[in-house]
């Protein structure tokens, strides 16, 4: 703020992003079959993480967890009463910021893939301040993960642009 003087007109862009997972929070991952007239016990569903990780598998139409990776151990869930209508989703619960990226499902025999990308940040919000000085104008912004903090910065700038009205500063 050292930059903007003393007879400077504060304002103040707000950026908060909204995303899917919030911290310690669940979220659905979806997952459908096209094919029709599904057999279940000649299906696999293969659930990975970044094409890494395995998440859950569905083998021959019954959750197998035996290779699941540690970190998600008891926080994926499965609809097996899903499955016959072709609807492989998991519900991811207790997200974690090493959730964050992309969540592949890959179905076999037919082959079938589907991908979503999980951001997981929480209240992740981005405050911006212009300082104007005549013809130049700074850029300065703060990045902050927790929305409190961000409510704080926002009350403390548009104090400042009250008080910068007022002649104060
Ligand atoms: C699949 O099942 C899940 C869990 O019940 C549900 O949230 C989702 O909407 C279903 N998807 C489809 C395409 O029916």
């Given at each position: 703020m050292s930059d903007c003087g003393f007879t400077v007109t504060v304002c103040l862009i707000s950026v908060s992003l909204q995303v899917p997972g919030v911290i310690d929070g669940s979220v659905v991952l979806p997952c459908s079959s096209a094919q029709q007239d599904l057999k279940l016990q000649d299906i696999n569903v293969h659930w990975r993480h970044n094409n890494r990780e395995i998440v859950y598998d569905i083998i021959k139409g019954e959750d197998s967890?035996?290779?699941?990776?540690?970190?998600y151990k008891n926080r994926a869930e499965t609809f097996p009463e899903e499955y016959k209508r072709g609807n492989f989703s998991i519900k991811l619960n207790n997200l974690q910021h090493t959730d964050a990226g992309k969540f592949s499902c890959f179905i076999t025999p037919s082959n079938e893939q589907e991908t979503v990308e999980l951001r997981v940040?929480?209240?992740f919000v981005a405050t911006c301040v212009c300082c104007f000085k005549r013809a130049t104008i700074h850029l300065c912004c703060v990045l902050l993960f927790f929305f409190y903090i961000h409510l704080f910065f926002i009350y403390l700038f548009v104090q400042l642009y009250l008080l910068s009205f007022k002649g104060v500063i």
């Open positions: 967890v035996e290779k699941q990776d540690p970190q940040n929480g209240f």
